[in-house]
């Protein structure tokens, strides 16, 4: 008897729950199509929970994440709760606490998708962020003296160690590898100013690039430099590693290139543990229920969250379905509330090309 999937969904808030049915519904179809099997339950997380029991997240939920195969996130974030409690009590402690070390951004920009680049087009922006997402500025090592005075003083270190940035760099390799198109690996960071985290960063990357990948060309960049270069020459990218804060920074401006925010995805992964997909974009509230929102991110998303269960074929799929239908031009515009077609139309759309 085939595996079945073990899938917890965390829905959240905004128009989380719209774009993760969406989700499922399309990674439904795939199942219908393939045999594939899933199950899914539904982690009831995010501002109603802590508005209504005061509970973020309780360590039962994190114990019972460690027995699913992959996690489903929609979003998290509510305009009545402060911001910082739910992001980092929800979504930072997940990723800390089930070591998802890798947050993996695919940039690719699709046939019928409308980029702000001018002359710029779909052969030309097609590269991956690894983004460390363990460790860096994220760590919240620092603190107030003085607080409240006129004298205070507020620090925020960065923290980075050889094994965090040594098993981050293993895999952004291995997927350079992998993907096997330019065999380039651009090192993001800030070596002339950072000159011990930035400077680490540079040694492993060389260390490990002479050693045990003779075939994969080391490219550094500044990260200011390589937000210049992604507006002026995205297609010299294949795949970029990078510290969390920088990647947080550079995959904001890279969703723009591939049409929005509404088609950037991301993984949380822990490549020995359970990975966590989510689309970009945040809860987005003043769209919330009117069937308005793109579910296109946490689809693809969702092709993500199938590739890295190993179903390649079936996350092909749902990529493949996801090209047909850009292209076919049906979609009018990436933008909420421009698609000329409802948040479920446009699951409809993705789950019958397939
Ligand atoms: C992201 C988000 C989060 C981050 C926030 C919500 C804490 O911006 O996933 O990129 O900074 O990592
Ligand atoms: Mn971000």
């Known amino acids: 008897m085939s595996k079945t999937y073990k899938i917890a969904l965390i829905p959240g808030d905004g ?13 439904n179809a795939v199942a219908a199509k393939t045999g594939a099997k899933f ?3 539904n982690f009831d997380l995010g501002g109603e929970r802590y508005k209504r029991t005061g509970e973020i997240l309780p360590d039962s939920c994190v114990e019972e994440f460690k027995k699913f195969d992959a996690m489903y996130l929609g979003a998290i974030g509510h305009p009545d709760v402060k911001p910082g409690i739910l992001e980092k009590g929800i979504l930072l402690r997940l990723r800390f606490e089930l070591d998802q070390y890798i947050n993996l951004r695919p940039v690719k ?5 409308d980029c702000p680049l001018k002359n710029k087009e779909p052969k030309d922006i097609d590269f991956v962020v690894v983004r460390e997402n363990t460790e860096g ?15 205070e003083v507020a620090t925020q270190e960065s923290i980075n160690t050889r094994f965090g940035v040594d098993r981050c760099l293993k895999y952004a390799f291995e997927l350079t590898k992998k993907r096997n198109k330019d065999k380039k690996l651009t090192l993001c960071g800030k070596t002339n100013v950072l000159t011990f985290a930035s400077n680490l960063w540079e040694r492993a990357f060389r260390a490990m690039g002479a050693k045990s990948y003779p075939d994969i ?5 500044n990260v200011d430099a390589v937000c210049m270069w992604m507006i002026k020459n995205p297609e010299w990218f294949d795949v970029i590693v990078t ?4 990647g947080d920074i550079i995959t904001d401006l890279a969703a723009m290139i591939q049409g929005g925010i509404g088609i ?19 809860s987005a509230p003043k769209y919330t229920g009117q069937n308005v929102i793109n579910p296109l991110a946490a689809i693809s998303a969702g092709a993500m969250m199938l590739e890295t269960l190993g179903l390649e074929k079936e996350a092909k799929m749902v990529e493949n379905s996801m090209a047909k239908s850009l292209a076919s031009g049906k979609i009018k515009s990436l ?12 699951g409809d759309l993705i789950a019958n090309n397939l």
């Open 217 to 221: 060309a080391l490219n550094y960049v």
């Open 137 to 151: 500025l994220y760590l919240g090592a620092g603190g107030f003296l003085k607080k409240d005075t006129p004298y």
């Open 39 to 41: 199950e899914f339950t």
């Open 109 to 113: 920009l699709y046939e019928g998708v």
């Open 243 to 246: 510290d969390n804060l920088f």
């Open 335 to 346: 933008a909420a509330g421009k698609m000329g077609m409802g948040t479920n139309q446009v």
């Open 15 to 27: 128009t989380g729950p719209e774009v993760i049915a969406e989700g499922v519904k399309v990674i």
């Open 264 to 282: 950037s995805a991301g993984g949380n992964i822990n490549p020995e543990g359970v990975s966590m997909f989510e689309p970009m974009g945040g």
